[in-house]
């Protein structure tokens, strides 16, 4: 069965960094561009989460313009995982952070909650 699982979510104080890991279970992770997404509170029913960055199978990066400069999409061949570190967190980016197939999307899994507050 193929899915997809993150990992890494936390709460912190703002300014503070957390590093958001996705392993695949059922697929090479490394075959496939990948995205990071997260959902704000309120949670909305049919509101889909939002791209916050993505990384090609060759390494080439994107991100969302409010976490620029802040957030690293980065691909470890070695251990097949996406990661995603987040520096200098504010609270606007507390979430719930999901990554999928950038270009074929499956279904959403648990995802990860990121809370950053004081």
């Known amino acids: 069965q193929v899915h997809l699982v993150e990992s890494g979510g936390g709460s912190v104080q703002p300014g503070g960094s957390l590093r958001l890991g996705c392993a695949a279970s059922?697929?090479?992770?490394?075959?496939?561009?990948v995205a990071w997404y997260r959902q704000a509170p309120p949670q909305v029913p049919g509101r889909e989460p939002e791209?916050?960055?993505?990384?090609?199978?060759?390494?080439?990066?994107h991100y969302q313009d409010s976490v620029k400069d802040r957030f690293t999409i980065s691909r470890d061949s070695a251990t097949d995982t996406v990661w995603l570190q987040m520096n200098s967190l504010k609270p606007r980016d507390t979430a719930v952070y999901y990554c999928?197939?950038?270009?074929?999307?499956?279904?959403w899994g648990q995802g990860t909650q990121v809370t950053v507050t004081s």
């Open positions: 999928n197939l950038y270009s074929y999307p499956m279904n």
């Open positions: 791209l916050v960055a993505a990384i090609t199978i060759g390494g080439s990066t």
């Open positions: 059922g697929l090479i992770l490394s075959s496939y561009a």
